[in-house]
């Protein structure tokens, strides 16, 4: 069985790498060296991919910002990162997270976690505690021993997971 998982990881991290490869040369057959005036317009290639998917910026969100391997704080970054795109009512480019992803060498268990985290908010197959679904921001939690929380910082906590807190910044 966990023969299977790993081939299932493998399997993912591949065609993670191979939709990688294929958007960037998309993205590079599809430059026309021909129009030179929307060219002097357009910022140079840097050759990384534009990626305005939410599912996969979220995933990218929670494999970034996550402090361990816990399952409640990948899912509660990945929600805050889907509020927060709702609230703006855009998607930004994670192109260039994704990119430093891949270059630092992908965990292929630690991106399935938050690619399934992602799916399993957006599903609400896993629930989060009622405190953390408006969430929209991540941020280290302040120690109470070193610092104290401020009135105005307490109120807008909505909760704490292994480390992080997750407060809501955007209002509708």
């Not at 891949?102 to 992602?118: C, E, F, P, T, Y």
């Not at 408006?134 to 941020?139: I, L």
Request: charged content about 15%; glycine content about 4%; hydrophobic content about 45%.
């Amino acid at each position: 069985m966990k023969q299977d998982f790993r081939r299932s990881n493998r399997k993912t991290l591949w065609i993670l790498v191979a939709v990688y490869v294929a958007m960037s040369v998309t993205i590079a057959a599809g430059t026309d060296q021909s129009d030179s005036d929307a060219q002097a317009t357009l910022p140079a290639d840097t050759g990384i991919p534009l990626v305005t998917d939410a599912r996969i910026c979220a995933a990218t969100a929670a494999y970034t910002q996550a402090t361990g391997d816990f399952w409640d704080q990948r899912a509660a970054i990945a929600r805050a990162a889907l509020n927060r795109y709702a609230a703006e009512g855009n998607v930004p480019d994670c192109g260039q997270a994704l990119t430093s992803i891949v270059a630092d060498g992908v965990d292929s268990h630690l991106w399935q976690a938050s690619l399934d985290a992602v799916d399993a908010v957006q599903s609400g197959s896993y629930a989060l505690p009622d405190a953390c679904v408006r969430a929209d921001t991540v941020s280290p939690a302040v120690q109470a021993s070193t610092s104290p929380l401020s009135s105005a910082d307490s109120a807008r906590t909505h909760c704490v997971l292994s480390g992080l807190a997750f407060t809501q910044t955007v209002r509708p």
